[in-house]
């Protein structure tokens, strides 16, 4: 019953929040218990995988191939764990405020479906219901965009639908294919069918569309360019949102499939996955360092890290992946942060571009010494938590032979120090312009925040654990017998 | 029969994409559509195709007799429809807005500002 909640939780208070009166104070109360909810509900079933092992439940008590399957291994739990985080920190940002036009209609209720389908995502045990709560998470996220109507706002979320409705199709064919080859859609059961069954045509045709598919939605190189023209235009708190856990589905559903069908470490998924990634670094960065509005260049952080999280699973060792999924957590926490952080701008000035930003270490020291602790994590910088990642990944680059990779994800460190650095000083740093007065930012603006940036530093006094948790996560990924047998009970 | 289908599938998929291609919001939109129909027959075509079996077991019997269509695709496929008939209306409505505010139906010309 347990891996139901964090899909029942956001569906009920979304019913919920659609069903009450519309008294702003009210509606966010709701839906920042609901999101409390399900960071319970993750927190309870991250303890039950770690002392309990794999767990599975199957709607309806149908056995396993033939139901729907929901699984939780440790990767999944720590994945539920982090849709309860940011989803918690991004409700608890509207009570700073929120557009009465957005919250009018339904702006709450959204959050809740939009959480629902990344929750359905992580847990589900089945291939074709991976694909539809990615298209609930899609709907939930198509509406949030564009429901404000912006000039800029609409556009952006035409391309964003658009190339996201491509990536569904490909997803959906990838998965007819296979389900005509291996006649089977439960995860666990393509573990075992695809193997005996697979053609070598059908097996490649299959692996590039899932690449597509999945690398579309991840922003990796070269699909990632939906991603810096719309990521920027949504309220901040949205884009946050999407930020933190949309882009992470894509990587979830690659590290999750990929290994499960193609077994082999020899398949040239994983060397097209070993070049994909470390341009995907050196692209996003670059471009980044190109960008004059902050959440611009935040957005192509995004793209560039999303390189980090995917190189783990191309080099196939348990280590690169459990430092992969390490920078995962921490990417999550961070990206999102720096979301809110450009968001606190968008409040107090109007704008988030760099060149009339500045002198928030002046005005409120407290608040950019904030600040500076996602900025510097992001970069890498020692002791914080995206060092430990990043040297995690660069360690086993080495070990496993691809020195190559170690010197880009190297060189990619240092343009994320650069544009971060270019980020402290234009936004935080350098003095304001002349013209302007700014208000304080008001302690509810900064709180959400602030509790990242508490959660950020716990990462970093904890990795030795967590790094342990994701080592287990990637050894039950690599092997994947542990999974099968729990979902089909040893048949 | 499947050669026939999976002829339809391709067709659908490459009038599709070439539309998406064409630039212009209402071309996307149909193109869109076209793909996703094309998806569906493919599910339908790669699953088999088998005439007049319905896969229910006689009363008599404990099993299946011969070999009947398997109704996991068509179920597929349902879903499938359903989800793509709501999201094309949507991106329908967006389109339409789009073409409103922006005063334009070329996609290239309706980006926000450059890249």
Do not use: C
């Given at each position: 019953m347990l891996l139901v909640l964090p899909i029942a939780i956001p569906l009920a208070t979304a019913i919920l929040l659609h069903l009450l009166p519309y008294r702003p104070r009210l509606l966010q109360v709701v839906a920042f218990a609901g999101a409390a909810g399900i960071l319970v509900s993750a927190i309870v079933i991250l303890n039950a995988v770690i002392h309990r092992g794999t767990q599975v439940l199957q709607i309806g008590g149908w056995p396993a191939p033939f139901g729907i399957t929901l699984v939780a291994d440790t990767f999944s739990a720590l994945l539920i764990l982090m849709v309860g985080i940011v989803g918690t920190v991004v409700t608890g940002q509207s009570f700073s405020g929120v557009d009465p036009r957005r919250e009018s209609l339904g702006y709450h209720a959204l959050i809740h479906v939009l959480l629902m389908g990344v929750s359905g995502a992580f847990l589900t045990g089945d291939i074709f219901n991976l694909y539809v709560w990615f298209e609930v998470m899609l709907i939930a996220s198509f509406v949030l965009m564009s429901l404000h109507r912006t000039r800029a706002q609409l556009q952006a979320a035409f391309i964003y639908v658009a190339i996201n409705l491509l990536a569904s199709a490909f997803l959906l064919t990838a998965i007819g294919l296979l389900y005509g080859q291996a006649g089977t859609l439960n995860f666990a059961d393509l573990a075992r069918a695809w193997p005996e069954r697979r053609t070598p045509a059908l097996d490649a045709a299959i692996s590039a569309?899932?690449?597509?598919?999945?690398?579309?939605?991840?922003?990796?190189?070269?699909?990632?360019?939906?991603?810096?023209?719309?990521y920027p235009t949504p309220p901040p708190a949205i884009g946050a949102l999407f930020a933190g856990l949309l882009t992470k589905v894509g990587v979830y559903a690659m590290i999750r499939v990929f290994p499960l069908l193609f077994a082999g470490a020899g398949h040239p998924v994983y060397a097209v996955l070993l070049v994909l990634s470390p341009v995907t670094m050196v692209v996003g960065l670059i471009a980044a360092l190109g960008q004059s509005d902050l959440r611009r260049v935040l957005s192509f952080n995004l793209v560039g890290h999303i390189g980090y999280t995917t190189v783990g699973l191309a080099l196939r060792t348990q280590e690169a992946l459990a430092a992969s999924l390490l920078y995962m957590l921490h990417h999550m926490l961070v990206i999102t942060t720096l979301f809110l952080v450009g968001g606190w701008f968008l409040r107090q000035r109007r704008t988030a571009a760099l060149a009339s930003l500045g002198g928030l270490v002046r005005s409120q020291p407290v608040v950019a010494a904030l600040a500076m602790v996602p900025v510097f994590s992001l970069a890498g910088v020692p002791p914080l938590s995206g060092f430990i990642a990043k040297l995690g990944i660069i360690a086993s680059a080495f070990?496993?032979?691809?020195?190559w990779v170690a010197a880009i994800a190297l060189l990619v460190s240092l343009l994320t120090l650069?544009?971060?650095?270019?980020?402290?000083d234009e936004a935080f740093w350098k003095p304001p312009p002349p013209e302007a007065r700014y208000g304080r930012l008001p302690a509810t603006v900064v709180m959400p925040a602030a509790v990242l940036v508490a959660l950020t530093l716990g990462l970093t006094i904890a990795a030795g654990p967590v790094f342990d948790l994701t080592m287990h996560a990637a050894d039950q990924l690599l092997n994947p017998a542990e999974y099968v047998d729990a979902v089909l009970g040893g048949r | 029969m499947e050669l026939l289908l999976a002829i339809v599938s391709g067709v659908l998929y490459a009038t599709g994409l070439y539309l998406m291609l064409r630039r212009r919001l209402a071309q996307l939109a149909i193109g869109l559509a076209l793909v996703s129909h094309g998806s569906n027959v493919l599910i339908f075509t790669a699953a088999g195709v088998i005439r007049s079996r319905p896969p229910i077991v006689p009363e008599s019997a404990a099993g299946f007799t011969a070999v009947a269509a398997d109704p996991v695709p068509q179920s597929l496929i349902l879903t499938a429809i359903v989800i793509g008939f709501g999201v094309l209306a949507f991106a329908l409505v967006l389109a339409h807005r789009v073409h409103v505010s922006a005063d334009t139906d070329d996609v290239d010309r309706i980006l926000p500002d450059r890249l």
């Amino acid at each position: 019953m347990l891996l139901v909640l964090p899909i029942a939780i956001p569906l009920a208070t979304a019913i919920l929040l659609h069903l009450l009166p519309y008294r702003p104070r009210l509606l966010q109360v709701v839906a920042f218990a609901g999101a409390a909810g399900i960071l319970v509900s993750a927190i309870v079933i991250l303890n039950a995988v770690i002392h309990r092992g794999t767990q599975v439940l199957q709607i309806g008590g149908w056995p396993a191939p033939f139901g729907i399957t929901l699984v939780a291994d440790t990767f999944s739990a720590l994945l539920i764990l982090m849709v309860g985080i940011v989803g918690t920190v991004v409700t608890g940002q509207s009570f700073s405020g929120v557009d009465p036009r957005r919250e009018s209609l339904g702006y709450h209720a959204l959050i809740h479906v939009l959480l629902m389908g990344v929750s359905g995502a992580f847990l589900t045990g089945d291939i074709f219901n991976l694909y539809v709560w990615f298209e609930v998470m899609l709907i939930a996220s198509f509406v949030l965009m564009s429901l404000h109507r912006t000039r800029a706002q609409l556009q952006a979320a035409f391309i964003y639908v658009a190339i996201n409705l491509l990536a569904s199709a490909f997803l959906l064919t990838a998965i007819g294919l296979l389900y005509g080859q291996a006649g089977t859609l439960n995860f666990a059961d393509l573990a075992r069918a695809w193997p005996e069954r697979r053609t070598p045509a059908l097996d490649a045709a299959i692996s590039a569309l899932f690449l597509t598919a999945f690398g579309i939605k991840a922003g990796l190189f070269p699909f990632f360019f939906w991603l810096p023209v719309s990521y920027p235009t949504p309220p901040p708190a949205i884009g946050a949102l999407f930020a933190g856990l949309l882009t992470k589905v894509g990587v979830y559903a690659m590290i999750r499939v990929f290994p499960l069908l193609f077994a082999g470490a020899g398949h040239p998924v994983y060397a097209v996955l070993l070049v994909l990634s470390p341009v995907t670094m050196v692209v996003g960065l670059i471009a980044a360092l190109g960008q004059s509005d902050l959440r611009r260049v935040l957005s192509f952080n995004l793209v560039g890290h999303i390189g980090y999280t995917t190189v783990g699973l191309a080099l196939r060792t348990q280590e690169a992946l459990a430092a992969s999924l390490l920078y995962m957590l921490h990417h999550m926490l961070v990206i999102t942060t720096l979301f809110l952080v450009g968001g606190w701008f968008l409040r107090q000035r109007r704008t988030a571009a760099l060149a009339s930003l500045g002198g928030l270490v002046r005005s409120q020291p407290v608040v950019a010494a904030l600040a500076m602790v996602p900025v510097f994590s992001l970069a890498g910088v020692p002791p914080l938590s995206g060092f430990i990642a990043k040297l995690g990944i660069i360690a086993s680059a080495f070990a496993s032979g691809h020195y190559w990779v170690a010197a880009i994800a190297l060189l990619v460190s240092l343009l994320t120090l650069l544009s971060m650095a270019r980020v402290w000083d234009e936004a935080f740093w350098k003095p304001p312009p002349p013209e302007a007065r700014y208000g304080r930012l008001p302690a509810t603006v900064v709180m959400p925040a602030a509790v990242l940036v508490a959660l950020t530093l716990g990462l970093t006094i904890a990795a030795g654990p967590v790094f342990d948790l994701t080592m287990h996560a990637a050894d039950q990924l690599l092997n994947p017998a542990e999974y099968v047998d729990a979902v089909l009970g040893g048949r | 029969m499947e050669l026939l289908l999976a002829i339809v599938s391709g067709v659908l998929y490459a009038t599709g994409l070439y539309l998406m291609l064409r630039r212009r919001l209402a071309q996307l939109a149909i193109g869109l559509a076209l793909v996703s129909h094309g998806s569906n027959v493919l599910i339908f075509t790669a699953a088999g195709v088998i005439r007049s079996r319905p896969p229910i077991v006689p009363e008599s019997a404990a099993g299946f007799t011969a070999v009947a269509a398997d109704p996991v695709p068509q179920s597929l496929i349902l879903t499938a429809i359903v989800i793509g008939f709501g999201v094309l209306a949507f991106a329908l409505v967006l389109a339409h807005r789009v073409h409103v505010s922006a005063d334009t139906d070329d996609v290239d010309r309706i980006l926000p500002d450059r890249l």
